[in-house]
């Protein structure tokens, strides 16, 4: 990680720079397989599950058998472990949910709005090099929490055309019984179009490679949400000289084992802890599995001293972190002050990594810098927020003639009229 001692704001935009992403050529490679999906269904899927995944599937929905199967192939200490996550999970979820909120604007008029599941759901998990059965919770739970009418899983199979004992444990755990054998990009396009066994849905949800997120942004110009754009992985860690080197070198760690493009970042106020840090960093990269991913992702990352706190608070806003780790003797106060993160871990016992599985918030975060306008999964994903008025008499004689008044000035006359014809009658 290369060191940057006090950099003028002139420099941050380039210093603060994501790994590029070239999505427009992915799109374009990408795009042939959503047409053949769209075209000729399952048939597309299956012969695309035998290019990419060299399996041969014949029904792409898991049977029931399949689930007692991996039930018991996994582990009894994983098997407690999930069940602590689902609980934090949807502990910390369903106390998300609203009550309809109902206001008497004036007298006679209501308004209210109240959540709505979005009845078709399509969750992706991918399979690659790390089978994240923990995803499987953070946006199942949430979608059944919510109410979601029908929610379904798309996940890639091996070659032999199993999915990862986990990823079925954990889905049938929280009650999502409905998982096919589908990955890449044409999963993408079965929710997108409908196929003769993969229904069309109405959002998307999950992460996934290039290819995947490629596939998502098209899904948005066929009508279809997605939960938010994404790119590589991302953890911003801001310590002082309170904090503990050996923690700051095992949280950037975590997220630089997650893929090459990912990124690290370490902000600090204090240069022996950058200097501690980066001996640490070495003597834990030298045992780590995923060491070469590790590698490269350290070269996509910097550390920054910045000595001013205020100006390292600036800093940390502007980079808009996915995950940021506050490793401050006075965390809780600087909390209050960060506006652009998808979750903040505050204090040094609080790794990014409890986030990740099991203390209850949802690791589906904006990444890329779109924390600054987007906002992580919660049950408010799941809904949408529908408004509702009523008016009787006594309100439209006391409003419609202000609203006559704004539509004749916008001359919109049938907007006029259909408060006009209304009085007429009262």
Not at 48 to 66: G, H, T
Not at 355 to 370: E, I, V
Request: a negative charge; charged letters at 25%; glycine letters at 6%.
């Amino acid at each position: 990680m290369k060191l940057y001692k006090n950099p003028s704001k002139s420099e941050w935009s380039e210093l603060l720079l994501r790994p590029a992403m070239s999505i427009e050529e992915i799109e374009k490679q990408v795009q042939p397989i959503l047409k053949a999906v769209q075209n000729e269904g399952d048939a597309a899927l299956r012969a695309f599950s035998l290019q990419f995944d060299r399996a041969d599937i014949d029904s792409f929905l898991v049977s029931e058998e399949e689930f007692a199967e991996a039930e018991k192939l996994v582990a009894p200490e994983l098997k407690e472990s999930i069940s602590i996550a689902i609980e934090n999970i949807t502990k910390f979820h369903a106390a998300q949910k609203t009550e309809t909120l109902k206001v008497e604007t004036m007298k006679g008029i209501q308004c209210w709005r109240k959540s709505v599941p979005i009845q078709k759901v399509g969750l992706y998990i991918p399979g690659g090099t790390a089978p994240l059965f923990s995803t499987v919770i953070m946006i199942g739970a949430p979608a059944l929490i919510a109410g979601c009418e029908e929610v379904f899983l798309c996940t890639p199979p091996n070659s032999k055309g199993k999915i990862h004992p986990a990823i079925l444990y954990a889905a049938q755990k929280i009650g999502l019984t409905k998982v096919f054998k589908v990955g890449g990009a044409q999963a993408i396009a079965a929710m997108t179009y409908g196929t003769e066994s993969i229904p069309k849905v109405s959002k998307i949800f999950g992460p996934g490679n290039q290819y995947v997120t490629a596939a998502k942004q098209l899904a948005t110009k066929e009508g279809i949400a997605i939960d938010m754009p994404a790119g590589p992985s991302e953890v911003l860690v801001w310590a002082d000289d309170t904090a503990h080197p050996s923690f700051i070198a095992a949280d950037l760690l975590s997220q630089a084992e997650h893929g090459t493009d990912s990124q690290v970042i370490l902000v600090s106020t204090s240069e022996d802890t950058i200097r501690k840090t980066e001996e640490e960093l070495e003597k834990q990269l030298a045992v780590l599995p995923r060491q070469e991913i590790a590698k490269k992702a350290l070269n996509n990352s910097r550390s920054f001293l910045i000595e001013d706190e205020n100006t390292a608070l600036e800093l940390v806003n502007e980079y808009a972190a996915e995950h940021l780790i506050l490793s401050l003797d006075n965390a809780e106060e600087v909390a209050e002050k960060i506006i652009n993160a998808g979750s903040v871990f505050v204090g040094h016992y609080t790794p990014e990594s409890a986030g990740d599985y099991a203390s209850g918030t949802n690791h589906t975060l904006p990444t890329y810098g779109y924390a600054k306008n987007y906002s992580g999964v919660s049950l408010d994903s799941y809904y949408r927020k529908i408004t509702f008025q009523k008016i009787d008499k006594e309100g439209l004689k006391a409003l419609g003639p202000h609203v006559e008044r704004m539509a004749a000035a916008e001359e919109l006359e049938a907007h006029k009229n259909a408060i006009t014809v209304r009085l007429n009658e009262c």
